[in-house]
């Protein structure tokens, strides 16, 4: 059986620490752009806003409109011990978090945020670490607690706190995320002014980053790796648009990889179509080497983590082998990786599929 799954060592790659990312490049636009071909492998060298050349009259760009709030808070239980508390998700009668340290909290313990009168009880501990509290306001009040007194939820190897606005696109709409969809860090208002003028449609969906999208792989095989569910929305008016572009065979480019699951991951769902009533719910679509992907044929990502379901999907999209020789080519180049870093566009010569 395991000679017949794919090992997580195959998608591993040595990445020099100066070159993460530390902050955001400024201007965005003005990143680099690496455009690698789905089927030869070839990459050129580009700066982002050089993107527009890369675009025609008739594409579809679908961006996600997800917004990220401050996850972060402090809090501490009865007997006095402290707890980061690292909101997940909404789940309407509770909320999912996950706690730091986790295995000084038990269930039936309370929470104290201590500033302001804001409390909530640890319902449930899950086997993965994510624990279900319920807060004594509603949700709404979480959220705007959050935003008072939480921290922007930038990942680890991120050391240095950033201003709420580095961490969001331009474009931030829908108030959910734990984390940021952050191929579309590159974007600015006029770039994107730009893009419309040339004849591009900016089709906007929603997933609300959380855990599925930001936990590492742990299994020794990618086949065992389990995803956590997110909730996405794509409206009737963007599932329309997005319909009629394949049907007239035009170009339907995904900005990130939550905007390309959000698509790929209703088509599944709707036997390879987006309803034309749109759709809002939980998917939780892990895309690995062997995908048939429905709905889109370009990509616009950043440089993903080693060994991580990203890289995983990216390698699916073009292949594992020009995925990372493209990756080894950036490191070569001085690319800068990961949130903050640069970006890659995953073309194909031809005109679609």
């Not at 000679?3 to 955001?24: C, G, R």
């Not at 490049?25 to 690698?36: A, K, T």
């Not at 007997?79 to 340290?101: H, N, S, T």
């Not at 706190?161 to 931030?172: G, I, S």
């Amino acid at each position: 059986m395991d000679a017949q799954k794919t090992p997580l060592s195959q998608f591993d790659y040595d990445l020099p620490p100066e070159l993460i990312a530390q902050t955001p490049f400024e201007p965005r636009d003005h990143s680099r752009l690496m455009i690698v071909d789905r089927e030869t492998g070839e990459w050129q060298h580009k700066q982002f806003f050089e993107m527009v050349d890369e675009l025609r009259k008739g594409d579809v760009l679908v961006v996600n409109q997800t917004k990220v709030f401050r996850a972060r808070l402090q809090a501490q239980t009865e007997a006095g011990i402290l707890v980061e508390v690292f909101l997940l998700r909404d789940c309407k009668e509770y909320w999912q978090a996950l706690f730091r340290p986790g295995r000084k909290v038990k269930e039936g313990d309370h929470l104290i945020f201590s500033k302001a009168t804001l409390e909530a009880k640890v319902l449930l501990k899950h086997q993965d670490g994510v624990v279900d509290i319920q807060f004594d306001v509603p949700s709404l009040s979480i959220l705007a607690y959050a935003d008072h007194y939480g921290e922007v939820p930038v990942p680890p190897y991120i050391h240095t706190q950033p201003d709420a606005h580095q961490y969001q696109t331009v474009y931030a709409k829908d108030i959910g995320s734990v984390a940021a969809p952050t191929a579309g860090f590159h974007f600015t208002p006029e770039l994107l002014e730009v893009i419309r003028s040339k004849g591009v449609e900016i089709v906007p969906v929603t997933l609300h980053v959380g855990i599925g999208t930001f936990r590492p792989i742990q299994t020794e095989f990618i086949e065992d790796h389990v995803m956590h569910a997110e909730w996405v929305e794509v409206t009737s008016d963007s599932a329309k648009a997005i319909t009629q572009a394949k049907e007239e065979k035009r170009r339907i480019i995904a900005v990130g990889t939550t905007s390309l699951r959000t698509l790929e991951g209703v088509a599944k769902l709707f036997d390879g179509t987006l309803p034309s009533e749109g759709f809002s719910g939980d998917i939780n679509l892990y895309i690995r080497p062997g995908f048939h992907f429905e709905i889109v044929n370009r990509l616009i990502t950043n440089f993903h983590l080693p060994k991580s379901s990203l890289l995983v999907l990216v390698s699916a999209f073009a292949g594992r082998e020009h995925i990372l020789a493209a990756y080894k080519e950036a490191i070569h180049q001085g690319y800068r990786f990961f949130s903050f870093g640069d970006a890659m566009f995953i073309a194909r010569k031809g005109e679609n599929h």
